[in-house]
């Protein structure tokens, strides 16, 4: 879903005190974006002349048809007032990403930002796995995209983890296809603290368990555990295994 983004022109008088303090005076327009972060732009160039990053406080004041907008962050204050305004107006905003699809329930555009998918027209989000590709297919079940994933094999499952798990994909391939180098019993595919991870089956007695590289099996490494081919290179599925050679 979309939030607001506040938009003020005209000419206004801007201080800055702080870090770098300073005055100036001109037909201006200010940005008050979502995260009360306020630029101010003049006709000159890309960069604003004023700005205040991410402040804790931000106060809109209008009378008639002017306005004044103080933003404080510590010991730094950005002050706009307006001498005669050219108009303000509040726009709807999101995150810009990379478009992949359209929504299956409201057919807004799906677009990748950061780590996640996210649609801008319902505002539904899905988080996505370290590594994982977004893929052009959609999903036979809900519609949504399909994405590729390197956890020991490639798999490509839908974006949405409650329509088609990653976890248990890599479960059904490798949950008890190696032995714990510490006591020799099944690692098991679990996931913990928010990581994928090959764990012993005798935990709590053993609690050996590594993260699951984003990577595929590569043959076997000298501890007995299994080589992962890496984006960085080849590794152990033990991060730290001293035996292991590239």
Known sequence: MSDTMSVF????????????????????????????TVLVHDADGYQPVAWLTR???????TAGEGFG?????????????????AGRADYPVSEAGVPVG????????LVRTGGDVACLGCGDRYGLPAGATVLEDACESCGLPLMRVDRGATFEVCVDYACDPLDEAVRERFDRAWSCPDCGEDLRIIRAR??????CDAYPDCETAFSLPSGVVAGECACGLPAFETAAGRRCLDGACQRFEG
């Open 9 to 36: 022109a005209g000419e206004c008088t801007t201080t800055f005190e702080g870090s770098r303090e300073r005055t100036q005076r001109g037909s201006v327009v200010v940005v008050v974006k979502p995260d009360k």
């Open 55 to 61: 402040p804790d406080t931000v106060t809109v004041e």
């Open 102 to 109: 359209r929504c299956p329930d409201c057919r807004g555009a």
């Open 194 to 199: 928010g990581r994928l991870l090959a764990g």
């Open 69 to 85: 907008i103080t933003a404080r962050a510590g010991d730094q204050t950005l002050r706009v007032v307006s001498h005669e305004s």
